[in-house]
């Protein structure tokens, strides 16, 4: 459904998007994930024909983004990252304003309006102006306009940024309803927001695709490369000789804090239960003992490492 070869952005000399290639298939639901800056929006905006690529080719549905234009646009549906929205305007008014836009006339706009304020539980504002609306509601409303034409594809651009806790729970339980009839790219710069949506995720650092794979998949990557953290009470030297000889180690630390033997371990499996075995064995105290989740952005400092690594 979205084919992307090689593509790449340049603004001046910035290199936003670097030779990047994927496929989305039909009914598909992808996060694009990676901190800010990463060229998110940048491949959102050609892949929704708001820009054009500097090179690199790209089709949503079939269609070339830079040669079938018109044709992308009627098969896509675009949230981008800030709503422009007409706050004087009331929600149907603005819908309205909207579906004329796109050469609805009236009775196709009324019954388009119907179904995606029913689609985007919007009936409630429907005639509320938009300055009256919360920062949720008014996501709901750049929702429908992107839902008017009934797209195949909708893109997101992080859908859930600036949003209340809330906010948040009801927006990604209307992506998943929306996922269900629609091929889904959304980006976001939050893992977790991705994993509770997403099928697979596709990983962007610095203009390139660094990673991808499902939410399990990449979790146990970076769950792979965390740390353990103790916090034993015992002679450093034992107490680090001690952790060395624990089966799947690769690397200990220790160093002394205000009596105790502070230790970060580095091991091929989580190592918690052996370490408080050894601690009750040796009769050395424990005050602490804790996995240090990788972050992402470790993660893609090391992913983008290792990509290194293996091209030299
Ligand atoms: N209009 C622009 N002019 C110049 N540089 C830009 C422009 N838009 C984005 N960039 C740069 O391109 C890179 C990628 O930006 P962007 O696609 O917005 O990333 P993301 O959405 O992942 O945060 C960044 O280095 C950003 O500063
Ligand atoms: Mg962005």
Known sequence: MIEVRNLAKYYGSVRAVDNVSFTIEEGEVVGFLGPNGAGKTTTLRVLTCYQPATSGSAKVAGHDVFTESMAVRREVGYLPESVPLYPEMRVREYLHFRGKLRGLDRPRRNAAIA????????????NRPISQLSKGFRQRVGLADALLHNPRVLIMDEPTIGLDPAQIRETRSLI??????????????????????????????????????????????????SQLIAELKGPEA????????????????????????????????????????????????????????ATLEDFFVKIVAGAHQSEG
């Open 115 to 126: 179904r995606v304020s029913e689609r985007c539980w919007l009936p409630d504002v429907i």
């Open 176 to 225: 998943r309803e929306l996922a269900q009839e629609h091929t889904v790219l959304l980006s976001s710069h939050i893992l977790p927001e991705v994993e509770v949506t997403c099928r697979r995720i596709i990983i962007i650092h610095r203009g390139k695709i660094v990673a991808s794979g499902t939410p399990a998949e990449l979790r146990q990557r970076i769950t792979a490369g």
């Open 238 to 293: 034992e107490v680090t000789a001690g952790i060395r000889k624990l089966d799947g180690v690769k690397d200990v630390h220790s160093e002394p804090a205000d009596g105790w033997t502070r230790v970060t371990v580095s091991a091929r499996h989580d190592l918690r239960e052996a370490i408080y075995k050894l601690s009750a064995e040796k009769g050395w105290p424990l005050r602490e003992l804790r996995r240090d989740v």
